[in-house]
């Protein structure tokens, strides 16, 4: 696996493999950090509520991702869950509107739950976009060891294909989700109620892991069949689309309370499957929260 990436000529719009080089770099960097850790007793902070919290080594992850993009790409755009929005630096800063733009969207520890309790099931995602057409995306789960990656070519897990596979009918097909979660259960707790028994009623199994990313990654492997959530951002699921896509899954996605007209990886509600059979039971249920979401417009 390459984890080392030469830097890019300041007017060069890098190619997708080149721009997968730079993410898979800055996230090798990130995993050693967050390998070489150790977890008990780690220091928690809430952001919104008791389910959204942060630890002091998600920033520390951020900036170490960050120092990496800067020093291999400096003109590109950085979206983080941390620090937001970090404009191009150097040439490109000044550069007329009609230049492409790099974006990496940073994720720099999802499943954060999961990295303070000590469990292994989080990861680093790291998306790639030219303007608004996702390129490359990388999801590195540190202590899983498990390196999902894709750019204009294959998706791979640690160098090796992944190969797609159908999606299973609802009764065998195995659901990663933990759909439709805490802020759509707040809104519309009607929805939210029914929702998961017509789910779990539907499908041989519901397994909610706890990352966004993690759980695209895993469809994308064909190990499962289907994820779906209902509120999310960007950083959390530009690598996974992108990756999901690339190994011969389908992806739908809904624009929520806001306007339609987005890229997939800005859109808040969507599901993903394994294969190019869908799951009808997810789509359907996520076209009822939309009508839902329009109607309180």
């Known amino acids: 696996m390459n984890t080392s990436a030469p830097r890019t000529p300041p007017a060069a719009v890098p190619s997708p493999s080149h721009l997968l080089d730079i993410a898979l770099a800055a996230a ?3 995993a050693e950090y967050l390998r070489g850790l150790d977890r008990d007793g780690l220091a928690r902070e809430y952001k919104t509520s008791s389910h959204d919290i942060v630890t002091e080594h998600d920033r520390a992850s951020e900036e170490i991702i960050v120092s990496e993009l800067r020093r291999l ?3 590109a755009r950085i979206v983080g869950e941390e620090g937001g929005e970090r404009p191009a630096e150097g040439p490109a800063a000044g550069a007329a509107s009609d230049e492409p733009v790099v974006s990496f969207y940073v994720d720099p520890i999802d499943g954060t739950s999961n990295f303070a309790a000590g469990l292994p099931l989080f990861c680093i995602s790291i998306g790639v976009a030219v303007d608004d057409e996702m390129v490359a995306g990388v999801i ?3 202590v899983l060891h ?3 990656a894709a750019a204009d070519g294959d998706a791979t897990l640690n160098g090796r294909v992944l190969r797609p596979r159908a999606t299973n009918a609802p009764a065998d097909a195995l659901v990663l989700s933990g759909f439709p979660g805490q802020r759509t259960g707040a809104q519309f707790p009607d929805f939210a109620a029914s929702s998961v028994r017509t789910l779990e009623d539907s499908v041989s199994a519901v397994r909610h892991l706890g990352s966004a ?3 695209l990654a895993y469809v994308a492997a064909g190990w499962a069949d289907a994820t779906a959530l209902t509120a999310i951002n960007s950083w959390d699921v530009a690598a996974g689309f992108h990756i999901l896509r690339r190994a011969g899954g389908s992806l739908h996605t809904w624009p929520g309370a806001e306007v339609a007209e987005r890229p997939d990886h800005l859109q808040p509600a969507y599901v993903g499957c394994t294969g190019p ?3 009808g039971v997810l789509d359907e249920l996520q ?3 939309q009508e839902l979401r329009t109607a309180a417009r």
């Open 213 to 215: 990313a993690l759980e």
């Open 146 to 148: 498990q390196v999902f």
């Open 287 to 289: 076209r009822e929260l």
């Open 277 to 279: 059979e869908r799951l």
């Open 28 to 30: 090798h960097a990130a």
């Open 140 to 142: 590195d789960a540190p």
């Open 73 to 75: 790409l400096p003109t």
